[in-house]
């Protein structure tokens, strides 16, 4: 069981599925909205539970296909969700605890910032 929340603990989510994607994405939507890169592990969607108890759970349409989601109180970002698909992507960051999961990739590395430099050794997509 992974348990996560934003900064303010109004939003809270959890979910007993196996991680096995998660990746760094340089793109400059994630970038702009997390700050840096996001870094992010997906679940299908029925597998994450989301509990918002003070209704303070927004969400930002940055494309047609994608919605993103953070809390109105703090603003943490907590989701990538593509509206038509199966999966859901949380913030890695947002999770409680020790969680023993890795990145296992970066994505859209051609656009990320000329300010830091990605030497992990992880494969690299989107040069």
């Known amino acids: 069981m992974h348990t996560g929340s934003c ?3 109004a939003v809270r989510f959890r979910t007993d599925a196996v991680i096995d994607h998660s990746d760094a994405c340089h793109c400059s939507q994630c970038r702009k909205a ?3 890169f ?3 592990a997906d679940v299908p969607k029925e597998a994450l ?3 918002d ?3 303070a759970l927004r969400w ?3 494309s047609e296909k994608v919605r993103r989601g953070f809390c109105g109180t703090c603003g943490s970002q907590l989701f ?3 509206v038509h698909g199966k999966s859901i992507a949380f913030a890695m960051g947002a999770l409680d605890g020790p969680t023993g999961l890795k990145l296992s990739k970066h994505i ?3 656009s990320k910032g000329d300010y830091y430099e990605i030497a992990d050794g992880l494969p690299q997509e989107g040069l």
């Open 53 to 55: 108890e003070v209704s």
């Open 49 to 51: 539970t989301i509990e």
């Open 38 to 40: 996001w870094a992010s």
């Open 7 to 9: 900064l303010c603990g």
């Open 108 to 110: 859209f590395v051609g």
């Open 34 to 36: 997390s700050g840096h």
């Open 80 to 82: 990538w969700d593509p």
């Open 60 to 62: 930002y349409a940055s």
